[in-house]
């Protein structure tokens, strides 16, 4: 523990430097644009301005912090364009929609936007708190979960998300069943045979996950936006200045807290990230909340619990980065590659040997989560104030962004058929009163999933027992099971409670 | 600035009257076939800073991602076959696309190899506390049982990750379609699957393990080059010299499409030819965690289309074409 705080107030010493201090702003700041931006976000904000920090000449603890920050800064403006335009920022944003939009479009945009900061930052400092104490000891189990616990992981987040069925369970499953077998789309991991790709070599790889982002998400609602506008029936909102007050975060309190456990842990595991940690903490909350029917419709849990777990997972991918060399999303994976191109070697031997790197960098976080809030708190008016910007206007320019976001990462004009593709079968879905998060669901679990079970069974040769044969993935299967009988079984209760309190109630 | 650097350089050329390169390659451009951070944008930036000084300031890199550099071969066999400004980034994994037809129609007779950046090698590695403190102890097990060991890297079957347990396996004859092999997404969570002890053997890259080296959590057991690797790497066996007839070194390199003149491809091999001798070269291959392999020209395409010719014989024998 006392390596730990003489660690820390090294790093804090490095942190603190002016220079250092100006870039963890600049980056902060450079990453909340970046993550608001639809399209770009952390992983491609990092890869793109990887050069440039290099090509500056910076010492490599200040290179490093000016990633990190643009890292941490993009998880953060991830849900400006989810809370505002229905527009997932980046990946892990996706859950931010579902209660974000809506509440902007019931005037509390400024509330969200608030809301959500601070979330965010409860989240994120959580988890830089949790990665100082705990780092090694964490990374250590977290690399302990093999392919037949992922399976499990996947199915209690498939548990969890049953939640989300909607009004229409056929629909939810065949949304499902459609990210499903867009996630197929590519060459087969374990036979290494191509799968749905038509003789398309665009598509050999598989679809990436940020084109059916963009384009079932973004492309469908301009679409939609375009068509009400087109019949008149399309409503300006107001300008409003909502902000969110201590009652409110009484309210939310101890669903940010779970929001970021749940984050944290997903995103210690390599090959989990902000999108599934964010789904499974809003399919909890949605699970273990008392009265769930305003979920969907503008409930500040719903916004909370995503948005403080996808924050809290950006710190959780740095843990087994740092503390074994093993990046635990892609964003870290940059970052460890940053790291090996100033001849830094990440892993344990890293905080005996570059201590000004590994510390200073944890230091930064921590100032880095302050800074967002900073930033971000006087700037919800501004944001907010977009929402007023006349229809005709914004939506070219979302389309504009989109594309230039799109072609900017990929680089491929293959991708931007791809996204106005599937924005006209987005909105036909919208049309034909389909949810669209199940969708993207489907494809980011639904991909894990089958990679993880076919690893699995190559480990055991087939013997399905694998399955169950470690204490994480019992755990798991039974921590699916109570997720989805105890809100029944409690909803049972409380009826059958109601019903013998008014038992003469006239029918 | 660049009309000064400009200048200078015509007026050095011809008080020496060396030819000069540079000036004569309008905009060079360097085409990573995948999107940013990964192995061939390492590539390109080796030729983009390696190269400054042959080219009188830094060339573009730009990114065409898209079905692991099919989409690149295309467009350099469809409209830009003639293109005198551009390289294209390629690996052995590319060579292995082209021998087991993943690019389809496009094979290693339609683009021009034009010069390496480096090299790295296979390798095959355990955790510190395995059974198999050598490659014998580990080749003794599987030879009784191909499936009793789980493998895993971090490629499919039938990429050059899985090949490089393939090739091990076919050096004892035994058929490769019998092994465990764990597919994983990536080198790194491979790692962590050797790590977690999901897998038991990871069949991965020596540059990759110069920054776990020294950590004592992993062991390499061979390396799947043709000859001892210089430091940190010197102490380590290949598995040639312990009798296994597998080598897999892992080229990096640039091709040109099929129909650029003669002159602009030789001005081409110029360039790299002149970048090779220098120490800057050297520190920047080393610094990228590749070793040194500095051939160009016709030699070097003669040297990739033998390499495809002979991938395409271990893919038939291990039953990826028929």
């Not at chain 1, 056929?170 to 949304?175: F, Q």
Request: aromatic fraction near 8%; proline fraction near 5%; include cysteine.
């Amino acid at each position: 523990m006392d390596a730990v705080f003489s660690g820390l107030a090294s790093g804090f010493a490095v942190a603190l430097d002016p220079f250092n201090l100006f870039l963890v702003l600049a980056g902060c700041f450079a990453g909340t644009l970046i993550g608001a931006l639809p399209g770009i976000g952390p992983i491609n904000g990092v890869a793109i301005l990887l050069p440039i920090a290099y090509g500056l000449g910076f010492k490599p603890e200040s290179a490093i912090i000016l990633l990190a920050g643009i890292y941490y800064g993009a998880e953060y403006g991830g849900r400006i364009s989810s809370i505002l335009l229905n527009v997932p920022g980046d990946a892990g944003a996706v859950m931010t929609t579902l209660d974000g939009n809506p509440m902007a479009r019931n005037g509390e945009a400024g509330k969200a936007l608030s809301l959500s900061a601070v979330a965010s930052f409860i989240g994120g400092t959580f988890s830089v708190i949790l990665m100082s104490f705990f780092g090694p000891a964490l990374a250590s189990y977290a690399i302990t979960f093999s392919p037949s616990d992922y399976v499990a992981l996947m199915v209690f987040a498939f548990a969890s998300l049953a939640s989300l069925v909607g009004s229409n369970p056929v629909k939810t499953l065949l949304a499902a069943v459609i990210g499903l077998m867009l996630a197929s789309i590519g060459i087969d991991a374990n036979t290494g045979v191509a799968r749905f790709t038509f003789g398309i070599p665009d598509i050999l790889a598989g679809i990436d996950f940020l084109v059916v982002v963009i384009g079932l998400f973004g492309m469908a609602e301009l679409i939609h936006l375009v068509e009400q506008q087109a019949a008149g029936t399309l409503k300006t909102l107001k300008i409003d200045k909502s902000f969110v007050t201590m009652k409110d975060l009484a309210f939310v309190k101890w669903t940010i807290l779970r929001g970021s456990i749940i984050g944290f842990f997903i995103g210690i595991l390599p090959g989990t990230g902000a999108s599934v940690a964010s789904a499974v903490a809003y399919g909890t909350e949605k699970r273990a909340a008392r009265d769930a029917s305003r979920f969907g419709e503008g409930d500040m849990r719903g916004l909370a619990a995503p948005e403080a777990a996808n924050n809290a997972s950006a710190g959780g991918a740095m843990v087994p980065m740092l503390t074994l060399g093993i990046p635990g999303s892609g964003t870290t994976a940059i970052l460890l590659g940053a790291l090996l191109l100033f001849n830094v070697t990440p892993g344990p031997l890293m905080f005996s040997q570059r201590p000004e790197i590994a510390w200073g960098l944890i230091a930064s976080m921590y100032i880095g989560n302050i800074a967002l809030l900073i930033i971000n708190l006087p700037l919800v008016g501004l944001f907010a104030r977009m929402l007023t910007i006349p229809q005709q206007f914004l939506t070219p320019l979302i389309a504009v962004l989109a594309f230039v976001g799109v072609y900017s990462v990929v680089s491929n004009p293959h991708d931007l058929y791809m996204i106005t593709a599937l924005g006209v079968f987005g909105w036909f879905l919208r049309k034909l009163q389909f949810s669209l998060a199940p969708v993207i669901l489907g494809f980011v679990l639904g991909g894990l999933f089958e990679d993880n079970l076919r690893r699995a069974l190559s480990i055991s040769a087939g013997d399905w027992t694998i399955l169950v044969s470690s204490f994480n993935s019992i755990a798991l299967y039974l921590m699916a099971f109570l997720v989805v009988v105890v809100p029944i079984a409690l909803s049972r209760r409380r009826r059958r409670l109601d019903e013998a309190e008014s038992p003469k109630a006239p029918a | 600035m660049r009309l000064l650097n400009i200048a200078s350089a015509l007026l050095l050329a011809g008080v020496v009257s060396a030819p000069a390169l540079a000036q004569e390659i309008d905009r060079p451009e360097c085409v990573a076939p995948a999107k940013p951070g990964g192995g061939f944008d390492l590539t390109c930036r080796i030729a983009q800073q390696g190269l400054e000084k042959q080219l009188n300031g830094p060339m573009e890199v730009t990114f065409m991602p898209g079905g692991i550099g099919a989409v690149a071969i295309n467009l350099f066999n469809t409209t830009r076959t003639d293109d005198p400004n551009a390289i294209v980034a390629f690996s052995s994994g590319s060579l292995l696309n082209m021998a087991t037809g993943k690019y389809g129609q496009w094979g290693a007779n339609d683009v021009r190899f034009l010069a390496t950046a480096g090299t790295d090698y296979g390798a095959v590695i355990v955790r510190d506390d395995s059974p198999y403190k050598t490659l014998d102890d580990l080749m003794k097990v599987v030879e009784k049982d191909p499936g009793s060991v789980v493998m895993g890297a971090g490629g499919s079957v039938g990429s050059q990750d899985w090949m490089k347990a393939a090739i091990l396996l076919k050096s004892k004859e035994l058929d490769p379609r019998k092994m465990r092999y764990v597919a994983f997404d990536g080198g790194g969570e491979a790692i962590a699957g050797l790590l977690g002890g999901s897998i038991q053997v990871y069949l991965g890259d020596v540059g990759e393990m110069v920054s776990h080296l020294g950590t004592g959590e992993m062991r390499i057991l061979a390396t799947l080059s043709g000859e001892r690797l210089p430091e940190p790497f010197a102490d380590i066996p290949t598995a040639k010299e312990l009798g296994y007839d597998a080598e897999w070194p892992i080229v990096r390199g640039y091709y040109m499409g099929k129909d650029v003149p003669d002159e602009a491809y030789n001005k081409w091999v110029d360039v790299f030819k002149a970048a090779y001798g220098t120490d800057e070269w050297a520190k920047l291959v080393k610094d990228k965690g590749l070793l040194p392999m500095d051939l160009s020209g016709k030699e070097m395409d003669a040297d990739m289309k033998k390499r495809v010719e002979r991938m395409t014989g271990i893919a038939k024998d291990a039953g990826l074409i028929q």
